[in-house]
């Protein structure tokens, strides 16, 4: 009769056994390491929207020049989202467009700017966000205001919080009124279940500031402001 290859007896045998032992170990232990960090970065990731206040049929604020503050705020709300991406924040834009969220043929009583709101805010819910940031730009009649400015929702500590942060950055570009951040009464901030602020970013009426808020190299300053404000917030480099 054959004789089994790997009987205890056979030195042969057993040297097959110990190195067939040491692989497996080898590869259970890359797993299970693998297994580890893929669990970790899963439990550490946020998830943080960002909102691109207007778009659509809203345009926002316009100035005398035709300028529209939807489209302002678009190219701020993705250059937030990219600043935000080594952080390894996961970032959700609510628009990446010009477009708006009101149903066709609306009816009843809620309104076409509720419905618009409703649906971003809906948006950060199902994705489970830890965070909101609505960007904005101001305007007066006057043209007078300048600088930035960050609203919280009254009673959210983690609200404002947030905000403080944010604005905290913001204050050091240079050229910028010191202003604190201050609570709100803003639809979107009082009925988003999680922290959430809006940031005016600048005043479009305001002619030497409408001037920088279309320059790169500015638009660059506030996108890292409130991106290390939301890192910060995050305790995250």
């Known amino acids: 009769m054959r004789k089994p290859v790997f009987f205890l007896g056979n030195p042969k045998g057993i ?3 110990i190195v067939l032992m040491l692989m497996a170990s080898l590869v259970f232990s890359v797993l299970w390491q693998g297994s580890t960090v893929v669990l970790s970065h ?6 943080v929207v960002i909102d691109a206040g207007h778009g659509g049929y809203d345009p926002g604020a ?4 035709g300028l529209y503050e939807k489209e302002i705020n678009l190219q701020m709300a993705k250059r937030v989202g990219e600043l935000l991406k080594p952080t390894g924040i996961q970032v ?6 010009d477009v708006d969220y009101v149903p066709e043929g609306l009816r009843g009583r809620q309104t076409k700017k509720q419905a618009d709101l409703n649906y971003r805010i809906d948006m950060a819910k199902q994705a489970n966000a ?4 609505s960007l904005h730009l101001n305007a007066t009649k006057s043209g007078q205001g300048s600088g930035a400015e960050t609203f919280y929702q009254s009673q959210s500590e983690e609200g404002k919080r947030l905000a403080e942060y944010i604005q905290q950055e913001l204050i050091k570009v240079p050229g910028m009124n ?3 951040a201050k609570p709100g009464n803003f639809y979107v901030i009082k009925n988003t279940p999680m922290p959430a602020v809006i940031v005016e970013m600048g005043y479009i009426s305001n002619s030497k500031e409408r001037v920088k808020l279309q320059q790169s190299w500015y638009q660059d300053q506030l996108a890292r402001s409130v991106a290390k404000g939301i890192a910060r917030y995050f305790n995250l480099p």
């Open 62 to 65: 316009i100035t005398t020049e």
């Open 15 to 17: 040297a097959v056994i």
């Open 42 to 47: 899963l439990k550490t990731q946020h998830i």
């Open 92 to 97: 959700i834009l609510t628009r990446e467009d």
């Open 130 to 133: 830890e965070a909101f940031i």
């Open 178 to 180: 010191q202003r604190i």
